[in-house]
């Protein structure tokens, strides 16, 4: 069972930054960001493996950046510019492979207004 503990999620104007970080209590674990708006399915936001290959929504791309601390086991998504359709609750994924089971994390709530 992998635990994993979120932060830096909050409110913030429309063209403002927010860093989210998830720290997890396994390591060489493949780990990402989703987010799920109000009335919307869950989606992908971006991901990033153990040796650093990273993946991005479209909607994030030249906007967010996925990184990580191998030595703390921690994730970080840095958000800038932000746009007022990138609020919703914002999970921290991970898991060992991709066929293996899913870990998420709590949840951390980002609002951007306009």
């Known amino acids: 069972q992998v635990q994993l503990v979120e932060s830096g999620g909050g409110l913030v104007q429309a063209g403002g930054s927010l860093r989210l970080s998830c720290t997890a209590s396994?390591?060489?674990?493949?780990m990402g960001w989703y987010r799920q708006a109000p009335g919307k399915q869950r989606e992908m936001v971006a991901s990033?493996?153990?040796?650093?290959?990273?993946n991005y929504a479209d909607s994030v791309k030249g906007r967010f950046t996925i990184s990580r601390d191998n030595a703390k086991n921690t994730v970080y998504l840095q958000m800038n510019s932000l746009k007022p359709d990138d609020t919703g609750v914002y999970y921290c994924?991970?898991?060992?492979?991709?066929?293996?089971?899913?870990?998420w994390g709590q949840g951390t709530q980002v609002t951007v207004s306009s």
């Open positions: 994924n991970a898991k060992f492979a991709p066929w293996s089971p899913n870990y």
């Open positions: 396994g390591s060489r674990l493949t």
């Open positions: 990033i493996t153990d040796n650093g290959n990273t």
